[in-house]
């Protein structure tokens, strides 16, 4: 599956200088200013692969995950779903377009409606959508869901409120496969489960992806579960792509200082291991003012003059791994 | 309301059935409430005062030993008695049975201020909540402007500008106190509208109608519930103040505020002709309020378990 790079076949979504610029209350007298979440990203997907996005805190990765679904309208850029244009879309065509595609969200706690059953809350995107003309035969669907993800369809009856953060979690996954979509947005799904959890939950997504075929987009910040789910990586910076790669190629062979950095900051299992971490210096710029140049040279440890006046080429370093960096080579060998 | 009662005894009947047939488990969300507030029993207690003083106010006529307007002039501001256990007014009524016509007034004013100004409020309060913007400074502005009037002057100046009644007192307590109601409403729609469960219905396709019957609503309804219980008091209160003073409910029509009012003349001769109304007063707003209160704490999840 990780030969992503397959020419004939057309991508299942295509994302072209995705922008989001979220307007910062301007104060009196002062000039309107604009927080650039996500800036110009591009990148396309194809079926039955999941697309692992990885940066810190606040680099635009879940902005980026819900510009794709229009949850949050995108400011400009071009979103194209087998071909169709989404942004475009409106009316019964965008709610067709949005049965196939889903989101599962990070937090299992505020993403369920407390007020309905397990039930129910499977049963939404089917009725929202009209799957079924009958309730006999939406409920037949929401229990075969439930044993798929691993619910007992006895909990059918009961409300969210009672079950743990894993079990939770399987019942935001149910309602995100009810309508058997090509496309889930994943964004940090694990990252609020216990240890122990987390993995029985990436298991169950892998399972589910390979008996249905879906294609992901997992967001999430911790590269040990990116490096287990992912076929292509991507990694986010300030709101821009700084490096994108296929799973394997980025993980041995990172080219950008920032994943770099990233990655060095992996714990190892072994003791003493002589692997040098890279602590980047500074904080994370503000995204209403981001650097001039290339936006990472605040805080890179190769930045020279050029990095502050000129920027990066997104260049492709052959085999589809592509890195914004004036010095990718040099950083390879490095 | 009525159709989200009907629907949730309509799901519980469905629940039983699957858990006979079918071997389902079922939790019920306000049947955990009820078991709650079971629990209290202060609250419990002031729900039997409250069942009570509304029983009184439906069966006035067959539970008032006399006619509430019949005036017997061979026993004016006569002393407590067998006959009239409270005593009677400057007319010679029956005071016992002014007190029990008095409840009728009290309720359905209670009821119908809070029911109009949760109409009023709810509508109002969610659409600024869930739209935002614009609309939303709008309909604050003109909640800032209600709220700068002090309550009572605002109450009395709609009384004297549209006179005198019982509709137009409905009216100026829904206008006195849909404000709070919309608040509050406005602030949880606005929490509500920014959850995640939201967000994946609105990932499905649904419709605004559909986000806030199914998704907002429902949530809310508990909020709904309590600021009814709770402003029930309030108008009752509000009620007797401007019946106290003269331009509520009109004698003879008795009501609690307007007995306390004639009565004050002869507070130092006839203690008792003002003190049971005032009691009467009392007793319905504190059952109201702890009511209310265990209401609130048996709906409110965050204090499950």
């Keep these: ?201 990436l298991n169950l997504l892998k399972d589910l992806q390979e008996s249905m075929g879906m294609a992901y987009i997992f967001i999430s910040h911790n590269l040990s579960v990116i490096k287990h ?56 710029p503000s995204p209403a003012n981001p650097p001039s140049g290339c936006i990472f040279h605040t805080r890179c440890f190769m930045a020279q003059d050029i990095c502050s006046k000129e920027e990066p080429e997104f260049r492709d370093l052959g085999n589809g791994h592509m890195c914004a960096c004036h010095f990718c080579e040099k950083c390879q060998n490095q | 309301m009525s159709t989200k009662i009907f629907r949730f005894f309509t799901k519980q009947k469905q629940f039983e059935q699957d858990m006979l047939e079918n071997g389902m488990q079922y939790s019920s969300f306000y049947g955990d409430s009820l078991k709650r507030l079971k629990k209290n029993k202060m609250a419990m207690f002031c729900a039997v005062i409250l069942i009570a003083i509304i029983l ?36 010679g009524r029956d005071i016992l049975s002014r007190i029990i016509y008095g409840s009728r007034v009290s309720i359905s004013i209670g009821i119908v201020a809070q029911v109009v100004a949760s109409l009023v409020g709810v509508t109002l309060g969610a659409i600024a909540g869930y739209y935002g913007g614009k609309i939303d400074s709008v309909i604050s502005r003109i909640m800032e402007i209600f709220q700068a009037f002090p309550d009572l002057i605002f109450a009395m100046a709609i009384m004297t500008f549209m006179g005198k009644g019982m509709l137009n007192l409905f ?58 219980t709770l402003g029930i008091p309030n108008a009752i209160m509000y009620e007797a103040s401007l019946s106290f003073l003269g331009i509520g409910i009109q004698p003879p029509t008795p009501s609690w505020g307007n007995m306390i009012s004639a009565a004050q003349t002869f507070i130092s001769y006839r203690p008792l002709y003002s003190i049971m109304p005032g009691i009467a007063i009392m007793i319905t707003v504190i059952a109201f309020n702890i009511f209310g209160d265990g209401l609130r704490d048996a709906l409110d999840p965050k204090l499950k378990n």
């Excluded at chain 1, 680099?59 to 979103?79: D, Q």
């Excluded at chain 1, 990694?235 to 200082?257: C, I, Q, R, T």
């Excluded at chain 2, 006569?78 to 256990?85: C, G, T």
């Design chain 1, 1 to 201: 599956m990780s030969e992503t790079v397959n020419q004939n076949e057309t991508p299942l979504l295509e994302v072209r200088h995705l922008r989001k610029l979220f307007p910062s209350k301007a104060g009196f007298l002062k000039e309107k200013t604009f927080i650039k979440a996500v800036d110009d990203v591009s990148f396309s997907i194809m079926p039955k692969v999941t697309l692992g996005v990885v940066g810190e805190s606040g680099c635009g990765k879940s902005t980026m995950g819900r510009s794709v679904l229009r949850l949050i309208e995108p400011t400009s850029g071009e979103i194209l779903y087998k071909g169709q244009d989404f942004m475009k879309a409106d009316g019964a065509e965008l709610r067709k377009i949005r049965s196939e595609m889903q989101i599962i969200f990070q937090d299992p706690y505020a993403s369920l409606n407390p007020r309905m059953t397990v039930g129910e809350i499977i049963a939404e995107p089917l009725n929202i959508q009209k799957k079924f003309k009958t309730k006999e035969e939406t409920r037949e669907r929401v229990l075969k869901t439930m044993e798929v993800v691993g619910l007992n369809p006895k909990y059918y009856n009961r409300y969210p409120h009672e079950f743990s953060g894993g079990q939770r979690q399987r019942i935001g996954i149910a309602r995100a496969i009810a309508l058997e979509p090509s496309l889930i947005v994943c964004d940090e799904p694990v990252s609020a489960l216990d240890v122990s959890i987390q993995s029985q939950v």
């Design chain 1, 229 to 284: 789910i992912s076929d292509r990586v991507m990694v986010m910076y300030l709101g821009h792509v700084v490096e994108m790669a296929d799973k394997n190629d980025l993980f041995s062979n990172p080219s950008h200082p920032y994943t770099q950095a990233l990655m060095s900051a992996i714990p190892l299992p072994e003791r003493h291991s002589s692997r040098k971490k890279i602590i980047l210096q500074g904080e994370l």
């Design chain 2, 56 to 91: 009184m106010a439906i069966f006035a006529p067959l539970l008032a030993p006399y006619d509430p307007t019949y005036q017997d002039y061979s026993a004016v501001l006569s002393e407590p008695s067998m006959a009239h256990p409270f005593g009677t007014d400057e007319y």
């Design chain 2, 171 to 228: 009216i100026a307590l829904g206008l006195l106190t849909w404000v709070r109601t919309a608040r509050m409403i406005r602030g949880s729609v606005m929490q509500l509208k920014e959850k995640e469960y939201i967000e994946a219905s609105r990932a499905n396709g649904a419709t605004t109608f559909w986000i806030i019957t199914k998704g907002i609503i429902p949530n809310c309804l508990s909020t709904i519930i309590v600021l009814v």
